[in-house]
């Protein structure tokens, strides 16, 4: 075990219930995450310290970006204007809120999935899918699954993948596997873009929309000015903001979408007046 130290906000079960990931598991001390290969436990040993199972050099080279360590979240949400009440709430309400760097392509799968479903009902259908078709990564006496390749979705087919319990979201992913394997899809190609290309990109694969192109943005690309739009965000829109999108005023709109979603699912907004 390695211990690092982490001193900006830092909440690991905000992070897991935020609506952003949907592989981090709660354990006896301390919590879970797996993106595309790699595997990490990880436990607060105080304030400020963490035990993690992996080597400094795992850590700083990939979970550090992972949990977007080199942004300073504090400072972003002290610059938040006091007139903005609402928002300023949120934000403390949801200190500790990271966005995660994850996949692409598992971003991408999982945000298809996520088309009017529950985050209970997301969770279910992701671990079937890694479960049957994802490749087993062994560490610590436990065996946990990746998320499936393009190659391992196209290999199960239709018929295997609603046994997941995916419905019609099915045919969209099947197409999202056959664009990545044919190359009409290149998710590495589409780090070079620039926001509202990738954007665009990303809905040419069937089935994605503004909403889900959003979200791999955020989370599978750190483009954190894209801020995914759900029900929860067009309440919180219609209700507290008289149907104008807060988000065009402020950078790092993606962070404070991230506050926002949580404060609003969560139901802790209902105490606001």
Same mark, same amino acid.
């Given at each position: 075990m390695t211990t690092v130290t982490i001193r900006d906000d830092f909440d690991l079960a905000k992070i897991a219930a935020s609506g952003q990931c949907f592989r981090a598991v709660p354990e006896e001390e301390g919590w879970r995450f797996v993106t595309g290969r790699r595997l990490l436990h990880i436990r607060q040993k105080s304030a400020h310290r963490y035990l993690v199972d992996c080597s400094r050099y795992i850590w700083q080279r990939h979970w550090m970006p992972y949990f977007?360590? /080199? %942004?300073d979240y504090r400072a972003i949400r002290a610059a938040l204007p006091p007139e903005d009440a609402y928002l300023c709430a949120a934000a403390r309400y949801g200190a /500790?809120? %990271?966005i995660l760097r994850q996949d692409p392509w598992e971003m991408l799968g999982t945000f298809i999935i996520s088309q009017r479903k529950n985050i209970p009902a997301i969770r279910h259908c992701v671990e079937?899918?890694?479960q049957r078709y994802g490749e087993p990564l062994a560490a610590g006496g436990e065996t946990v699954h990746a998320f499936p390749t393009p190659d391992a979705l196209l290999a199960a087919g239709e018929t295997g993948l609603r046994e997941c319990s995916l419905g019609y %979201?099915? /045919?969209? &992913? &099947?197409? +999202? +596997? @056959? @664009?990545v394997k044919d190359g009409r899809l290149s998710l590495t190609g589409l780090e070079q873009l620039p926001d509202e290309e990738l954007l665009q990109a990303l809905c040419q694969v069937y089935g994605v929309g503004k909403k889900v192109a959003d979200c791999v943005a955020l989370f599978g690309y750190g483009r954190v000015n894209c801020a995914p739009v759900d029900v929860w965000i067009q309440r919180v829109i219609q209700q507290r903001y008289g149907g104008v999108s807060p988000f065009p005023r402020y950078g790092n709109a993606g962070i404070l979408q991230q506050y926002l979603f949580h404060y609003a699912q969560t139901g802790a907004d209902s105490r606001e007046p």
């Open positions: 977007d360590l /080199g %942004r /500790g809120i %990271r079937a899918l890694c %979201r099915t /045919g969209y &992913l &099947l197409d +999202a +596997a @056959r @664009r």
